[in-house]
């Protein structure tokens, strides 16, 4: 699911080789994407997944081009979302409430079906830009709390 909303997302420049997406909060997890991601491709590079432990590896946080949080707590969320302001970083969550603090893109599971929800204002902030097939599939989030159906 990443790496297909990755390929929905525009980045200003992008490493020449490498993509890097960096899971915070869920070893396990990172060692199957890596698994899976082996041998594919994200805009013609190459996919590195690295587990984060936490946010003080600032060094770290900050080469990864998408930051995939697991269960964050908002304090977590909050202190990412600090670390990589105007940073060119794809902040991906896996619970609602994630849009509000932080994540530019969220998808998560509701009833069976994953969802996803887009704070616009927050990918802008960023540099970054979804692509309008992706905004058609998501509910965009506004950051005073407003939710906006795309019909």
Not at 68 to 96: C, D, E, H, M
Not at 136 to 150: D, H, R
């Amino acid at each position: 699911m990443l790496q297909r909303i990755g390929s929905f997302i525009s980045w200003p420049q992008l490493p020449e080789k490498t993509i890097k997406i960096c899971v915070v909060g869920d070893n396990d997890f990172a060692q199957n994407l890596q698994k899976l991601y082996k041998d594919k491709e994200l805009h013609d590079r190459s996919l590195d997944v690295i587990s984060v432990d936490s946010t003080t590896d600032k060094r770290i946080l900050l080469s990864c081009q998408i930051i995939y949080i697991v269960n964050a707590n908002k304090n977590t969320l909050n202190q990412i979302a600090q670390i990589l302001k105007n940073q060119t970083t794809l902040i991906v969550g896996n619970n609602y409430d994630n849009i509000y603090d932080g994540a530019g893109v969220v998808f998560y599971l509701d009833n069976n079906k994953y969802k996803i929800v887009i704070n616009e204002k927050r990918l802008s902030d960023t540099h970054l830009k979804a692509d309008y097939r992706l905004l058609k599939l998501a509910k965009i989030v506004e950051p005073n709390g407003e939710n906006n159906e795309v019909k």
